[in-house]
């Protein structure tokens, strides 16, 4: 069993930055790629950034592709998201997941979940 907990979220104005973390509690990351996810009101859930356990590569969405950075700290069982240059449209909440498949955009391919925490940008 592993428990992931995200935060970090909150309120900020276009332009600015917040970091979330995604911290597990069970068993660890080691060996585990892990992936970072967003759902809008009113629309799926979509993919944000993934990261493999050992942080030799990283993979992003195109829309934030240049402003989010994706990392992790196996030592201290946290993943985290750097998010740079916000815009209202990256509004969401923000879930972490642990990637269990081969596909990183592909949320079947995720087993556990954290509850998720929400971002708002205003304009």
């Known amino acids: 069993q592993v428990h992931l907990v995200e935060s970090g979220g909150g309120l900020v104005q276009a332009g600015g930055s917040l970091r979330l973390s995604c911290a597990a509690a069970?068993?660890?990351?080691?060996?585990?790629?892990i992936g970072w996810f967003r759902q809008a009101p009113g629309k799926e859930r979509e993919f944000v950034a993934a990261?493999?356990?050992?942080?030799?590569?990283?993979y992003y969405a195109d829309s934030v592709k240049g402003r989010f950075t994706v990392s992790i700290n196996n030592a201290k069982n946290t993943a985290y998201l750097q998010m740079n240059s916000l815009k209202p449209e990256d509004t969401a909440v923000y879930y972490c997941?642990?990637?269990?498949?081969?596909?990183?955009?592909?949320?079947?391919?995720?087993?556990?979940w954290g509850q998720g925490t929400q971002v708002t940008v205003s304009s």
């Open positions: 997941a642990r990637m269990i498949g081969r596909d990183y955009d592909r949320i079947s391919d995720y087993d556990y």
């Open positions: 069970g068993r660890t990351f080691s060996s585990y790629n």
């Open positions: 990261i493999r356990w050992n942080s030799d590569s990283t």
